[in-house]
């Protein structure tokens, strides 16, 4: 069975820095998967933040060059720096794994395992 538990999330203020980890078990990264992040702002669908996709690694636009995702396999964890933040960054933030699914990109929110979220607040 799979588990993907988040943590690290708070309040910060604009412009600070948070590290979200994922620890993961019952799952295998494998290539084609994908795993990654994506975040929900109350009252708006769960976007893409961005994911791990073979040797890979991919950002939303609005992220990009300021967060950034890596993985520990020994430790099985997945990791989201995020620097610079924003009030618009403010939202739960997802951890997701995926196994490879023909045809479907790792941006849509689909076929993934989830974690329960972790809050991230930014404040202006």
């Known amino acids: 069975q799979v588990h993907l538990v988040e943590s690290g999330g708070g309040s910060v203020q604009a412009g600070g820095s948070l590290r979200l980890s994922c620890a993961v078990s019952?799952?295998?990264?494998?290539?084609?998967?994908?795993m990654g992040w994506f975040r929900q702002a109350p009252g708006k669908e769960r976007a893409w933040v961005g994911n791990?996709?073979?040797?890979?690694?991919y950002y939303a636009a609005s992220v990009k060059g300021r967060f950034t995702i890596s993985r520990d396999n020994a430790k099985n964890t997945l990791t989201l720096q995020m620097n610079n933040l924003k009030p618009e960054d403010s939202g739960m933030y997802y951890c997701?794994?995926?196994?490879?699914?023909?045809?479907?990109?790792?941006?849509?929110?689909?076929?993934?395992?989830w974690g329960l979220g972790t809050q991230v607040t930014v404040s202006s």
């Open positions: 997701a794994a995926r196994n490879p699914v023909d045809g479907v990109s790792c941006v849509k929110p689909e076929h993934y395992y």
């Open positions: 791990m996709y073979f040797s890979l690694t």
């Open positions: 019952g799952y295998t990264f494998s290539d084609g998967g994908c």
